[in-house]
């Protein structure tokens, strides 16, 4: 894969998100045919975690489409490979450092500026996507990120290999 498709990929990360996908599904389809899984798939798999999980401003949901996009990269797929599982969360932690020096945080809420979100009650009304809601948010900018963050962690693959 050339550096123009990985670039290309990050483009649409945030073209997805600009056409009302959550912040998870923008990301985790942008990537997800290198896996075998098909847009539609994609975007169902990732539908829950926008909002920081369902709306409720905890890990930032392009975040959470790093996660899921290491998982089908590099996921163990037999519960006693041990090596395998510590080899996935080795590169999940090493991708959500570089997200979170990146961005400040890996909480939406805080991503998002609003406090006290540990306590408030959060709606599951998805907020309608309206200029001002593009405006007002930097979610497009964190899709952005996510999804350049895994090209890269792509390209560094691919080079050592």
């Given at each position: 894969?050339?550096?123009?498709?990985?670039?290309?990929?990050?483009?649409q990360a945030v073209d997805n998100?600009?056409?009302?996908?959550?912040?998870?599904?923008?990301?985790?389809?942008?990537?997800?045919?290198?896996?075998?899984?098909?847009?539609?798939?994609?975007?169902?798999?990732?539908?829950?975690?926008?909002?920081?999980?369902?709306?409720?401003?905890?890990?930032?949901?392009?975040?959470?489409?790093?996660?899921?996009?290491?998982?089908?990269?590099?996921?163990?797929?037999?519960?006693?490979?041990?090596?395998?599982?510590?080899?996935?969360?080795?590169?999940?932690?090493?991708?959500?450092?570089?997200?979170?020096?990146?961005?400040?945080?890996?909480?939406?809420?805080?991503?998002?500026?609003?406090?006290?979100?540990?306590?408030?009650?959060?709606?599951?009304?998805?907020?309608?996507?309206?200029?001002?809601?593009?405006?007002?948010?930097?979610?497009?900018?964190?899709?952005?990120?996510?999804?350049?963050?895994?090209?890269?962690?792509?390209?560094?693959?691919?080079?050592?290999?």
């Amino acid at each position: 894969m050339t550096e123009q498709e990985l670039d290309n990929r990050v483009a649409q990360a945030v073209d997805n998100f600009m056409k009302g996908y959550g912040c998870a599904q923008s990301v985790v389809a942008a990537f997800s045919d290198l896996y075998g899984l098909d847009e539609e798939m994609a975007l169902r798999i990732a539908a829950g975690f926008g909002g920081g999980v369902g709306r409720l401003r905890m890990m930032c949901g392009a975040v959470s489409g790093i996660v899921m996009l290491v998982g089908l990269d590099c996921g163990q797929t037999e519960g006693s490979d041990r090596a395998g599982k510590s080899a996935c969360y080795k590169v999940v932690q090493e991708l959500l450092a570089e997200s979170k020096a990146q961005n400040g945080s890996l909480i939406c809420a805080e991503i998002l500026g609003i406090q006290g979100y540990e306590k408030a009650v959060c709606s599951y009304e998805a907020s309608p996507r309206t200029a001002e809601y593009y405006k007002t948010r930097p979610c497009a900018a964190k899709v952005e990120s996510a999804a350049r963050i895994f090209a890269d962690y792509l390209k560094k693959k691919m080079e050592n290999t």
